[in-house]
Structure formats: structure tokens, C-alpha cells
T-cell receptor, first 112, second 114 residues
Framework: SQQGEEDPQALSIQEGENATMNCSYK?????LQWYRQNSGRGLVHLIL?????REKHSGRLRVTLDTSKKSSSLLITASRAADTASYFCATDARGGADGLTFGKGTHLIIQP | EPEVTQTPSHQVTQMGQEVILRCVPI?????FYWYRQILGQKVEFLVSFYNNEISEKSEIFDDQFSVERPDGSNFTLKIRSTKLEDSAMYFCASSDQRARNEQFFGPGTRLTVL
């Protein structure tokens, strides 16, 4: 798989349930970030986790990072219809590279 | 809350024409970026800009592309002679610390090349 690959590619759940999305990457990183994109719109920054952190919370979002497995997960608790969007992880490689490498994203659909 | 803005939201142009996409980064940010997303594909890094010069560019960013910070607030991406395959969503982003902190993205400009 390529740097910043998310799975599943698509996820459909009922409102109120929790949604978990995973991301894997290949190279050593400084940070991993999660972004949300509503259809045809811009990227909204959700959360950044640094390589020396293992878990981070922000509201209904919980992100974990396992650098030994080169993987991260994003958990959205108590999902709402407004959470329907595509979610992307993005990494910046250790060594000072500027550009973020994005995955293909997970398309999340919350059924009312 | 400060945000990155981009204009226009949608640009339609003929193949071979020059286009300039404009961005106003967050005011106290020092690092600026352009990305593109072809419909249905990944967001791809194009170029980063710091201290009035390009600090990094991807293989996509060939001689047809250029960036400029013409004044203290705007950051532009110019495509000299557009091709059909340049049709994409172009996102500007800024950060206050090189790739260590969050990159904040604008809403994008949808470029359609006919």
C-alpha cells in the first residue's frame, strides 16, 4: 500500500454509532493529521498527532498512533448525520519534507 | 477564527490559456503550500513556499507552474499554458511552522480546462 492509505474505503453506519477509520503509512513521520472533506468542498483540519504521542482526543474524536506498526486510527463517537464526509490521513515525512502525503480517504456515510 | 481564502471558487478556461489562482493565507503564517486534487483521486502536494522562495516542489510542479507572493497577503499559483489534465481542485494551505504544525487549507478553486 502507499503512504497514508486509509481503510475502509467506505463505511456506512447508523447515527449514534461509533465510526472507526484506519490509516497506514510506510516512512518515518513527524506528525500525522486527519482531515475531513465534504463533497466537493475544502479540507477541514481535524486533529494532529505527533510521532511521540500515542493518543489524542478532541471532542468526539479520538486518534491513536502506533509508530511501530506505522498506523493510526480515527474514532468518531456518537456519530451524527453531519459527520457524513470523506476522511483523510496525511503525513509529513521525517527529514523535513514540507508536503503532506494524503491517502485516498474513507468515505463515511451516517444513516439518520 | 482566521481562515485561508481562495479566489475564484470556480475557473473555466480554454486549453493553452494562462490562469492565476489566488489565495490569502492566514495572516501570521509563514509557510504556504499548493495542492491539487483531480476528481476522485488523492490530494497531491505541488509546492511549498517560504521566505519568498520555493522550499520544496513535487514532480508535478513543472515549468508550466509558478508561484508568487506579490504582496504581503496574497499567494498565487500560475499555470502558463493549461492542459486538459490540469483540470482539478486546487487547494492553498498555510502553516505557522514548517510541517510541524497543522496545515490549514482553503476551500479550493475548481479549475476546468476545456
Amino acid at each position: 500500500s502507499q503512504q497514508g492509505e486509509e481503510d475502509p474505503q467506505a463505511l456506512s453506519i447508523q447515527e449514534g454509532e461509533n465510526a472507526t477509520m484506519n490509516c497506514s503509512y510506510k516512512t518515518s513521520i513527524n506528525n500525522l493529521q486527519w482531515y475531513r472533506q465534504n463533497s466537493g468542498r475544502g479540507l477541514v483540519h481535524l486533529i494532529l498527532i505527533r510521532s511521540n504521542e500515542r493518543e489524542k482526543h478532541s471532542g468526539r474524536l479520538r486518534v491513536t498512533l502506533d509508530t511501530s506498526k506505522k498506523s493510526s486510527s480515527l474514532l468518531i463517537t456518537a456519530s451524527r448525520a453531519a459527520d457524513t464526509a470523506s476522511y483523510f490521513c496525511a503525513t509529513d515525512a521525517r527529514g523535513g519534507a514540507d508536503g503532506l502525503t494524503f491517502g485516498k480517504g474513507t468515505h463515511l456515510i451516517i444513516q439518520p | 477564527e482566521p481562515e485561508v481564502t481562495q479566489t475564484p471558487s470556480h475557473q473555466v478556461t480554454q486549453m493553452g490559456q494562462e490562469v492565476i489562482l489566488r489565495c490569502v493565507p492566514i495572516s501570521n503564517h509563514l509557510y504556504f503550500y499548493w495542492y491539487r486534487q483531480i476528481l476522485g483521486q488523492k490530494v497531491e502536494f505541488l509546492v511549498s513556499f517560504y521566505n519568498n522562495e520555493i522550499s520544496e516542489k513535487s514532480e508535478i510542479f513543472d515549468d508550466q507552474f509558478s508561484v508568487e507572493r506579490p504582496d504581503g497577503s496574497n499567494f498565487t499559483l500560475k499555470i502558463r499554458s493549461t492542459k486538459l489534465e490540469d483540470s482539478a481542485m486546487y487547494f492553498c494551505a498555510s502553516s505557522d511552522q514548517r510541517a510541524r504544525n497543522e496545515q490549514f487549507f482553503g476551500p479550493g478553486t475548481r479549475l476546468t480546462v476545456l
